[in-house]
Structures are given as structure tokens and as C-alpha cells.
């Protein structure tokens, strides 16, 4: 008798990528919720970029790299350091979403 692990192998890196997907999307909504906003741009500038066993969170805005490192800006709404903040605050969050996704697949 052989084992052929093939499909179970892609549906692993299926899910697994469809957690990370999952996950940045967990980042992305905290990060938005503490992003400068003043007009509403920075927060609607925030996206997602998948592929091959990764995700990432980020701004493209010109000034977002000035805000986020912005340690010294009043923000009436919002903080410095949205990015880094929001993913230390879903950390928890981030790995359970990415297990109970590849969970799916077993």
C-alpha cells in the first residue's frame, strides 16, 4: 500500500495561506482603527498582499512611513506607530486564526 500526500499537501498550503490571508485581514482592521485620521486617506490606503506562504499589511501613501514614525505628532484620532501596534495587539489573535485555518484542512 502507498501513501500519496499530495492533496493532502496542497490543501495544507491552501489553508495555511488562506490563514495568513485571514490573519493580515485581523491586522488590517486593528491597524486602520488606530491610524492618524484627519481626512480618512491614510485609513483608506491600508491593503493586503498575498502569495506564496505570506501576507502583508501596508500603507503606500508617501507620508505614511512620517506617520507612523511620527512619535512626536499629536494625533486627535489615532496614534504613531498604528502598524506596529496593531499587529503586537493581535499577535494572539494572528495564531489562532492562521492554526484553526489549517485545522480546516486535516
Not at 482603527?33 to 485609513?43: A, D, S, W
Not at 506617520?67 to 499587529?87: C, R, T
Request: with cysteine.
Amino acid at each position: 500500500m502507498s501513501l500519496d500526500f499530495t492533496q493532502a499537501r496542497a490543501r495544507i498550503l491552501e489553508s495555511t495561506l488562506g490563514g495568513f490571508e485571514d490573519a493580515a485581514e485581523v491586522v488590517k482592521q486593528e491597524s486602520i482603527q488606530r491610524t492618524p485620521k484627519e481626512t480618512g486617506e491614510l485609513r483608506n490606503d491600508c491593503s493586503i498582499a498575498s502569495g506564496h506562504l505570506e501576507a502583508v499589511v501596508f500603507y503606500s501613501l508617501v507620508y505614511a512611513i512620517a506617520q507612523h514614525e511620527g512619535v512626536g505628532f499629536h494625533h486627535e484620532h489615532g496614534e504613531a506607530k498604528f502598524l506596529e501596534n496593531a499587529l503586537i495587539a493581535t499577535r494572539g489573535v494572528v495564531g489562532q486564526v492562521i492554526a484553526q485555518s489549517i485545522r480546516s484542512a486535516l
